[in-house]
């Protein structure tokens, strides 16, 4: 396909999210299923289109004066491929199925209006609601903040170190451009390919298959070596999900001591069988009831709790969710935060730590609910967070602190990572 019929696909993928209201990579899937003849690259350069609009739709439209998706692909272009309205013109000159656009001259003069002009939340980029929430996280810095949340994500990769080393991953390693991470001791970055780009196929490569590495966002990494699991611990992972910071903790404790997965919905811990198959991990049990949580009771080192969370840090993955997310949805994310760390609390013994986590960057999620839970447990005090980064990460860069200095904050601006906040109690002894 040349790329007129990409960004006539791409219009219709975006069409059709718009009337059905459903998760991008089923209607990708369904234009795929009913369009055979389009290759893997005419796919991959279609779902970065559809992607690179939902990141910044609401400055596209305001721009082009018009939401319609021809005119927000044709802004993305523009915008966040590089072209002029020149060479756009250019490209697609010829081309019989390419949809008809303004003129080179019409689309300079939209285009080069000034962003400025235009209301907070759309230079942000971010659901309007969520304006007061940016700035309370970030002060000054929040507009660049919102808009780093709106680019593309690279592909980060966590060496897994019960069974290789971070250089000898990094020669085999087909994936152009991989360099090491800057904060976290074992991961890789893989640039986000640009414009049509594919991202490289990590997880086809025979590395992966023998457990050399998992892919792991480098904040996520963070959030799991600032957890600070020490070999021969006991260690519960509250909230484990497939698994992605057990396996990280199963490194640091070097496959000694014991990790407790559990997660109330025992599904989602199933991906973790095979994980830890292939990962060489030894030392992780998998709780799937609650009733199997009762005998740890007051008894684990160390508690992590990566809680249930709108999210937000992960918009450059899931451009769909910003648009979706509702004040609902973050009361509602916000009570199974409260429940969770007083549920995962009383499993700390005297002495032992807990850390709590979340994958937004919004305070109502973080340092809100981290405080309320301080005032609910006075037998918990709060670890102090840059002594946290500088002893396990570093003392080269500043921590990335969170307004209140409480906990620390991730975010693509700041740690060119997913959007992550930490903050983590002693229980007193
Ligand atoms: C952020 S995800 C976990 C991701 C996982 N730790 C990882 O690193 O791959 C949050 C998890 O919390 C679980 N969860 C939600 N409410 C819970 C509760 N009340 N108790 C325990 N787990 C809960 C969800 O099922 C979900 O799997």
Aim: with cysteine; aromatic share 6%.
């Amino acid at each position: 396909m040349r790329l007129g019929g990409r960004i006539q696909a791409a219009a219709e993928v975006l069409a059709d999210l718009a009337a059905r209201h459903r998760p991008v990579p089923d209607a990708l899937r369904d234009w795929g299923t009913s369009h055979r003849f389009a290759g893997s690259g005419d796919r991959a350069a279609i779902s970065n289109l559809v992607l690179d609009v939902l990141r910044m739709k609401a400055s596209h439209a305001w721009l082009m004066d018009d939401e319609a998706p021809l005119s927000l692909v044709t802004a993305s272009l523009l915008r966040q491929w590089d072209f002029s309205p020149e060479s756009l013109a250019g490209e697609l000159g010829g081309d019989k199925f390419a949809p008809e656009l303004k003129s080179p001259e019409d689309l300079a003069t939209l285009i080069g209006k000034d962003l400025g002009d235009a209301p907070e939340h759309i230079q942000a980029d971010i659901p309007e609601w969520t304006v007061g929430h940016f700035k309370a996280a970030f002060g000054e810095t929040w507009l660049a903040e919102a808009q780093a949340l709106a680019g593309r994500a690279p592909l980060d990769l966590r060496v897994n170190t019960l069974k290789a080393g971070r250089e000898k991953v990094l020669r085999g390693l087909q994936a152009p451009g991989a360099h090491e991470t800057r904060f976290a001791p074992d991961g890789i970055r893989v640039p986000a390919p640009e414009g049509p780009r594919r991202q490289a196929a990590a997880t086809s490569e025979v590395a992966f298959a023998k457990g050399w590495f998992e892919v792991q966002d480098e904040g996520s990494q963070l959030a799991a070596l600032l957890t600070g699991a020490q070999p021969g611990e006991q260690v519960l992972d509250y909230c484990a999900g497939g698994g992605g910071k057990t396996l990280a903790m199963a490194a640091s404790m070097e496959n000694s001591g014991q990790i407790h997965a559990y997660d109330s919905d025992r599904r989602r811990l199933a991906p973790m069988v095979e994980r830890l198959k292939r990962g060489g991990v030894r030392n992780v049990q998998l709780i799937e009831a609650a009733e199997g949580l009762s005998p740890l009771k007051g008894r684990m080192d160390r508690v992590l709790i990566d809680a249930p969370c709108t999210g937000t840090g992960t918009w450059r993955r899931r451009p769909d969710a910003k648009w979706r997310l509702s004040e609902d949805n973050l009361a509602s994310r916000m009570a199974d935060q409260d429940e969770v760390l007083d549920k995962a609390a009383a499993f700390v013994k005297p002495g032992g730590v807990l850390a709590y986590v979340t994958c937004s960057v919004l305070p109502q999620e973080n340092t809100d609910r981290t405080a309320a839970f301080l005032t609910r447990n006075p037998g918990f005090e709060t670890l102090e967070a840059a002594r946290l980064w500088s002893d396990k990460v570093g003392a080269e860069t500043n921590a990335p602190l969170a307004a209140d200095k409480t906990g620390l904050l991730l975010s693509p601006a700041r740690t060119e990572t997913d959007g992550f906040f930490l903050s983590v109690f002693k229980r007193r002894a």
